[in-house]
């Protein structure tokens, strides 16, 4: 399709140079003006005005996404977009932070979150003071990347003098305790449940009360999870702010309906916090639990990754790689020093590791040889899922067979592919194609991919089972549902719906069924992936909704804060 910009650069807007797409349009790179994207809108909605794109000029770039140009059709007679910035495949949405585990990984504390925040709030400050209302002010419209720089998006929306904002809002920000409004007020309540999210892992009016049981009732009940209230169950996973002055602005802002942004003007001095040890082996009930890795104060446990026969454990200190093929207690079977630009590959009789462009093999006589058929490209993005690498380039995806090597040559596949339209996340990869999202997974041999039926905002997987965040809209209300699926036969199947995103294990039993062993605070919970039916609940102190379970032939391998445990029944 042709188009013009209202500067006179003429484009072509191609439909499979789309990235993403949301509610509202669609992305798409430019060819023509490479630093920028277009955002071009769907079918019977309704354009930015040129007033609401001068309005909202007066934003600083260097921490909002704003539309720049608009983009007419050919005939300069419709406005069908507009320009914007071009932020790349490092730019992820914050609220991945709110999740413990992935903080782990990326190295995300405390002090590092603090800063993020001041600079969160000197972004909406500025936005207030140009009399801009920004809505809905939550993490899915915020982007972070690895330098944490942030960049607000869905800007077009915003409140301005121009426009009035539409009052459709995520539920999870919206102030139920103001009637539900659109201000700069509740513009101040938003900003700071993402802060709360941010610092606990856990949202300000979650977890379970006997009297008060939705969300919005909680709000205007004014009934946060740090009020003491016999009938409130609290998230497992929620961390108390250890900083005075911080907690007392959170208690009037939730407990005592205040509105105002949040100030980080004092000393953020932090005592570390030593790791809890807890015994090696604990029972629990049915349950027996055993330690497999305890990282002491100076370690932290990023990552694990399990084939049925093999763990490994990924530390701020190197690589731990176990024999899992045993059932009931897993064997160190080698150590890795860590070292800079670097990652650990497992198959189910390998070890690899990557530094820098060059892929390794660890052989028979305990060393480390260079694959020769492959190497890296500086730029390429890469996940393991189950036996197989993928590594993601501009236009090229390739299929690592990690265990089909052959005198240091590894068999593996490429395909071509629109490189920029494909993410990463929760070790699962999204692919932006032809209007439509596709998930990959391991289908048996190979990698495969299945259409979604929502646009994810974010999606987790393994063997063939997953669950999918997706935004649902009906009225003003706007809703992030989350839902558990199969993939049978190369087709999505709805299974129910959860309370969040989760990181499940799966113990297949025959041809494309299996159980699934969820986490839940203080149970494990016991699935038939036929329909999702609860087959048993049992207990364990040690478990919470933000665990990640693995399935080994050990056991069910636990990651958590004191470190990576193997439940199995006594």
């Known amino acids: 399709?042709?188009?013009?910009?209202?500067?006179?650069?003429?484009?072509?807007?191609?439909?499979?140079?789309?990235?993403?797409?949301?509610?509202?349009?669609?992305?798409?790179?430019?060819?023509?003006?490479?630093?920028?994207?277009?955002?071009?809108?769907?079918?019977?909605?309704?354009?930015?005005?040129?007033?609401?794109?001068?309005?909202?000029?007066?934003?600083?770039?260097?921490?909002?996404?704003?539309?720049?140009?608009?983009?007419?059709?050919?005939?300069?007679t419709q406005v069908i977009g507009f320009t914007m910035q071009y932020l790349g495949n490092d730019f992820i949405q914050l609220a991945a932070w709110f999740n413990q585990q992935f903080c782990k990984k990326n190295q995300i504390d405390f002090k590092r979150k603090l800063q993020l925040i001041k600079n969160l709030a000197v972004a909406i400050q500025q936005a207030h003071q140009a009399n801009i209302v920004i809505g809905d002010l939550s993490g899915l419209n915020i982007?972070?990347?690895?330098?944490?720089?942030?960049?607000?998006?869905?800007?077009?929306?915003?409140?301005?003098?121009?426009?009035?904002?539409?009052?459709?809002?995520?539920?999870?920000?919206?102030?139920?305790?103001?009637?539900?409004?659109?201000?700069?007020?509740?513009?101040?309540?938003?900003?700071?449940?993402?802060?709360?999210?941010?610092?606990?892992?856990?949202?300000?009016?979650?977890?379970?009360h006997q009297i008060y049981k939705n969300l919005n009732e909680r709000m205007v009940q004014l009934l946060p999870v740090f009020k003491a209230d016999k009938n409130l169950i609290v998230p497992k996973c929620y961390e108390p702010i250890p900083l005075a002055p911080l907690q007392q602005q959170f208690e009037e802002i939730f407990a005592q309906g205040k509105r105002f942004v949040l100030s980080l003007q004092f000393s953020t001095g932090l005592t570390p916090q030593p790791v809890a040890v807890l015994p090696t082996t604990i029972s629990q009930g049915e349950l027996t639990v055993k330690s497999i890795y305890t990282p002491d104060n100076q370690c932290i446990v990023k990552e694990v990754f399990a084939l049925k026969n093999r763990l490994l454990v990924k530390t701020t200190?190197?690589?731990?790689?176990?024999?899992?093929?045993?059932?009931?207690?897993?064997?160190?079977?080698?150590?890795?020093?860590?070292?800079?630009?670097?990652?650990?590959f497992i198959g189910y009789h390998h070890i690899l590791a990557k530094k820098g462009t060059i892929l390794y093999v660890y052989n028979s006589q305990k060393q480390w040889e260079a694959i020769q058929n492959f190497t890296f490209s500086p730029h390429s993005r890469y996940v393991q899922i189950q036996d197989i690498l993928i590594?993601?380039?501009?236009?090229?995806?390739?299929?690592?067979?990690?265990?089909?090597?052959?005198?240091?040559i590894i068999h593996f596949q490429q395909t071509p592919v629109f490189g920029q339209g494909?993410?990463?996340?929760?070790?699962?990869?999204?692919?932006?194609?032809?209007?439509?999202?596709?998930?990959?997974?391991?289908?048996g041999k190979n990698i495969s991919s299945v259409q979604l039926?929502?646009?994810?905002?974010?999606?987790?997987?393994?063997?063939?089972?997953?669950?999918?965040?997706?935004?649902?809209?009906?009225?003003?209300?706007?809703?992030?549902?989350?839902?558990?699926?199969?993939?049978?036969?190369?087709?999505?199947?709805?299974?129910?719906?959860?309370n969040q995103l989760k990181h499940f294990a799966v113990k297949p039993t025959q041809a494309q069924q299996g159980i699934v062993f969820e986490?839940?605070?203080?149970?494990?919970?016991?699935?038939?992936?036929?329909?999702?039916?609860?087959?048993?609940?049992?207990?364990?102190?040690?478990?919470?909704?933000?665990?990640?379970?693995?399935?080994?032939?050990?056991?069910?391998?636990?990651?958590?804060?004191?470190?990576?445990?193997?439940?199995?029944?006594?």
């Not at 986490?519 to 039916?533: C, G, K, S």
């Open 1 to 76: 399709m042709k188009a013009i910009t209202s500067l006179g650069t003429k484009l072509v807007i191609n439909d499979t140079a789309e990235i993403h797409r949301g509610g509202e349009g669609r992305i798409v790179l430019l060819k023509e003006m490479p630093q920028h994207v277009a955002k071009i809108y769907l079918p019977n909605k309704t354009p930015i005005a040129q007033n609401q794109l001068k309005a909202l000029q007066v934003l600083d770039s260097n921490f909002f996404v704003k539309p720049e140009e608009l983009i007419f059709d050919a005939q300069h």
């Open 143 to 208: 982007l972070v990347n690895s330098q944490d720089e942030i960049k607000f998006i869905d800007v077009d929306s915003y409140e301005t003098p121009a426009q009035p904002h539409s009052g459709i809002l995520l539920d999870e920000i919206r102030d139920y305790y103001l009637q539900g409004t659109v201000s700069k007020a509740t513009d101040a309540f938003a900003f700071a449940i993402i802060a709360f999210n941010l610092l606990t892992y856990t949202h300000p009016f979650k977890g379970i």
């Open 317 to 344: 200190q190197g690589y731990a790689v176990y024999d899992a093929s045993n059932y009931g207690y897993t064997t160190l079977v080698h150590e890795i020093n860590s070292y800079t630009d670097g990652d650990v």
């Open 391 to 408: 590594v993601i380039e501009d236009e090229v995806m390739k299929m690592l067979y990690l265990d089909q090597i052959n005198q240091n």
């Open 422 to 443: 494909m993410h990463i996340q929760q070790q699962t990869i999204l692919q932006q194609a032809g209007g439509k999202q596709y998930v990959f997974y391991h289908s």
């Open 453 to 498: 039926p929502h646009i994810a905002h974010q999606v987790f997987i393994t063997v063939n089972q997953g669950v999918l965040s997706y935004k649902v809209q009906g009225g003003q209300e706007a809703v992030l549902k989350h839902e558990f699926f199969s993939l049978q036969d190369l087709k999505y199947k709805a299974q129910g719906t959860t």
């Open 519 to 570: 986490p839940m605070d203080n149970e494990l919970i016991i699935r038939r992936t036929e329909d999702y039916a609860v087959l048993q609940k049992l207990h364990c102190d040690l478990l919470s909704e933000q665990t990640q379970l693995f399935n080994t032939q050990a056991g069910i391998v636990a990651m958590e804060k004191n470190g990576v445990w193997l439940l199995n029944k006594r």
